[in-house]
């Protein structure tokens, strides 16, 4: 397991924009998947953005073309920039990892059980 600590969060109005970081102590390959997921009071924890480590990202549609998920790998961090905020965007949100990159694919990057890392979760509120 990799260790991942989220910071970034905060409220904003709607509209808004924020940028999550995710740092993480990275894989010795180099191959990995990691992704963004949110979860809101009473809901399940649902799959926002995901980025494989040939870099191929895809996006759940409900964020699609407002959110961006990128990675600096000589930093170590992942991030999610997060523009045109709405109210049903707030959520903790977590960043996850795995040291599969097979788990990116189309069926199941958005799987909660495909990754083994996750982090302790960032709050965004948008009102």
């Known amino acids: 397991e990799v260790q991942l600590v989220e910071s970034g969060g905060g409220s904003v109005q709607a509209g808004g924009s924020l940028r999550l970081s995710c740092s993480f102590s990275?894989?010795?390959?180099?191959?990995?998947?990691m992704g963004w997921f949110r979860q809101a009071p009473g809901k399940e924890r649902e799959g926002v953005a995901h980025?494989?480590?040939?870099?191929?990202?895809s996006n759940a549609d409900s964020v699609k073309d407002r959110f961006t998920i990128s990675i600096d790998n000589t930093k170590n961090i992942l991030y999610l920039q997060m523009n045109s905020l709405k109210p049903e965007d707030t959520s903790m949100y977590y960043c996850?990892?795995?040291?599969?990159?097979?788990?990116?694919?189309?069926?199941?990057?958005?799987?909660?059980?495909?990754?083994?890392?996750w982090g302790q979760g960032t709050q965004v509120t948008v009102s």
């Open positions: 980025i494989g480590s040939d870099g191929s990202t």
């Open positions: 996850a990892a795995s040291p599969s990159p097979y788990v990116c694919g189309p069926l199941s990057w958005f799987t909660v059980n495909v990754y083994n890392s």
């Open positions: 990275g894989y010795a390959n180099n191959e990995y998947c």
